[in-house]
């Protein structure tokens, strides 16, 4: 184990918002995009999940490891709010298998990540 708790594992998803115009988010471990509060947030009516090719192109990684450091393009990038505050967070290194740990707070100000409400827990499966 990383020593980590699970909302501290960081997903990156990339969305497309329209053509040749995406945006990273960051999604908690334990969490789900909430995709009203989230086409509200950035203004849209409509937001897509590329398939695995235009999200290698998009972002230069392959699906499972992006990450907005070091991206082919420095798309925006948005947080959910319970990433902020954290002392510890784990995100995506590039490659399967690698992760990068540091002070979400310290994240965010690096990625110049906007921070907004657009998650709710996962519903839990029997």
Partial sequence: ???????????????RKGRDDY????????????WPLLRAHLGVRKISLPDQEEAREATGYERGAITPFG?????P?????????QDLVAIGGG???VNLHLRADDMLAAL??????????EERRP
Avoid: C, N, Y
Wanted: proline share 4%.
């Fill in 1 to 15: 184990m990383q020593g980590i708790e699970l909302h501290q594992l960081l997903r990156t998803i990339v969305l």
């Fill in 23 to 34: 945006v990273f988010v960051l999604v908690p471990g334990g969490r789900t995009i909430d």
């Fill in 112 to 121: 110049h990540a906007d921070v907004a409400d657009v998650t709710k827990p």
């Fill in 77 to 85: 990038v948005l947080a959910d709010v319970t990433v902020a505050g």
């Fill in 95 to 97: 490659i399967r298998g």
């Fill in 71 to 75: 991206a082919s393009t420095a798309w």
